[in-house]
């Protein structure tokens, strides 16, 4: 069974730069997250999709970040313009179905964003 | 909000010697706790899980994990650490919504 699919590795921007990260998600997995890992910190969920609609977007500094998931099945996250504070990896995970009892959550390896 | 405390930051064992990690964690329901494993350049694994039943809960690699409600805790453990051990270590709960809040971690270091 494939794993969650992540795109770019790596990525070094510029302050004020704009930047996108891919996620494909294991095949007939509803549920999609993105995750932010700063250094030295554990994860934080930026914003959580069922399907093609988002269910949970609380963390999400919408000034500067957007996802989307069209079809239900890509995501991507975009930062624009990107701030220093944002270099982190950035996780996308993915689980079967939503609900407190099917979160086993599979995560990607990550981009890690380095922001000059 | 619920949220998660992993009060230790590193921990050194020696190869072959037990391990206790420990988590504890703040939930006004019963929560649904998880131990993930990140190894240098890898995606998070998870370990253990944690939703009802019997509190001590088998994982892979050897872990195990024992949920105390009296003391807000999740505690992992392992009877005998190989160097593949040495990781980050993370606790996480679910509370409300579905998104996992995951403790800072553990960095293990094994001892030759």
């Known amino acids: 069974e494939a794993g969650v699919a992540q795109s770019p590795r790596y990525k070094i921007i510029e302050k004020r730069q704009s930047v996108a990260f891919w996620c494909n998600p294991i095949?007939?997995?509803?549920?999609l997250y993105w995750y932010q890992q700063i250094l030295g910190q554990g994860p934080k969920l930026l914003i959580q999709f069922q399907n093609n609609g988002v269910v949970d977007d609380s963390q999400l500094p919408k000034d500067r970040f957007s996802a989307e998931r069209l079809k239900g099945v890509d995501s991507t996250l975009k930062i624009q313009p990107a701030k220093l504070e944002d270099s982190a990896v950035y996780l996308c995970?993915?689980?079967?179905?939503?609900?407190?009892?099917?979160?086993?959550?599979?995560f990607g390896q990550g981009t890690r964003l380095t922001v000059v | 909000a619920q949220s998660v405390t992993q009060p230790d930051i590193h921990i050194t064992v020696s190869e072959g010697a037990s391990l206790e990690l420990r988590c504890n964690y703040s939930y006004g329901a019963t929560p649904y706790l998880f131990w993930y494993v990140q190894s240098p350049g890898q995606g998070l694994q998870l370990l253990l899980k944690?939703?009802?039943?019997?509190?001590l809960v088998q994982g892979i690699k050897g872990f195990e994990a024992e949920f105390k409600r009296s003391q807000s805790s999740f505690n992992l453990r392992k009877p005998s650490v190989h160097w593949s051990d040495a990781a980050e270590y993370f606790c996480a709960v679910v509370g409300g919504a579905d998104g996992l809040t995951f403790g800072k971690g553990t960095h293990l270091i094994i001892q030759p």
């Open positions: 095949s007939g997995h509803a549920t």
């Open positions: 944690y939703f009802s039943g019997d509190t």
């Open positions: 995970a993915s689980s079967l179905r939503g609900g407190r009892r099917n979160t086993e959550a599979f």
